[in-house]
């Protein structure tokens, strides 16, 4: 179910809040597998979150306490609770949760620096989090050997060509450009937001405060793979020309706030394209959709597609003043 949040469906979340409806609330545009609205209340505007049922509750649980612990580090809005201190409530088979709202005034994606540093913050923040129950802890995979996995996904009988063709490229690149299993197994994992973006950063109303929202794919993952993708995510569409210059300077903005490793800055390139060309989950081929989440697909492999021709540059750039 993604359908938007109906007033009778906020209504009651708000009530187990003991908060009422003072205005027509509208949606947000703000989530593309959960669905979000804004409410003005007594308490003041508030976002009104319905969890994707994608995720297991243990999930959605380890998303609402890195959540708090974000909070407490002023790294993220404010979660409302119920009288009896629940984060979350259950309505019939989706799961709620309710934050103090922050209008973005202006975005991270204007000056990838600002987006360096607010990343590092994060990543600094986590670094000290300790969850009562890992939950599921696994939205990201590291698979140990991905060709084998998609070798797998091709062998199967009911694949077509398409997934077959699709596969055949991913294969291409990870022998070409992926990390050997023994540099996968090497990679230390870390507690990471799982979808850093632009869009899942909001101005938090004075000048250099910023709020994460969108927890719900915490994972314990390779950290230099978040430090990519959060920049891919957030200027795929940006003069790519400049692509190599910005990202270097956006890496010399989160090594100001927290180091990065020599060994990872020079595996990092080849660590994000190994994840992105082992992705299982959607396939999108140039002559279409195979399975799922077209566009999304669509727009990855075009991205991918991108990193892989400029693998050299973007190495030498995550190179530049490397940590010792």
Known sequence: MNAPITPAELRACLDRYALRVLQQ????SHGTVSRVSLAQTQHGPVVVKRHSGRFEPAQIHLALEAHAHACAHDLAPPLLTTAEGQRAVLLGPFWYSVTE?????????????????????????????????????????????PIAVLRRIQADRAAGSQIHDEIDWRVSILQK???AAEELAACPREWVHGDVRSENLLAAGSPGRWWFIDFDQ?????????????????????ARIAFARQFAEYLAAYRDVRPIPAHESAQMIDLYITVQAGETR???????????????????????????????????????????
């Open 25 to 28: 609330p509208h949606a947000l």
């Open 101 to 145: 709202y922050a209008e973005t005034v202006q975005s991270a994606a204007d000056d990838h620096r600002v987006l360096g540093r607010a990343v590092a913050a994060l990543h600094t923040c986590l670094s000290q989090f300790t969850p009562t129950n890992e939950g599921t802890a696994g939205v990201l995979q590291l698979h140990q050997d």
């Open 177 to 179: 450009a992926g990390l």
């Open 218 to 238: 915490i994972s314990r993952f390779p950290r230099p793979y978040e430090i990519v993708r959060a920049f891919a995510a957030s200027f795929r569409t940006s």
């Open 282 to 324: 959607t396939f999108t081929t140039p002559e279409g959709e195979v399975r799922g989440m077209a566009d999304y697909a669509r727009t990855r492999r075009q991205l991918l597609t991108w990193i892989v021709k400029h693998r050299d540059e973007l190495t030498a750039a995550a190179r530049q003043g490397a940590d010792i």
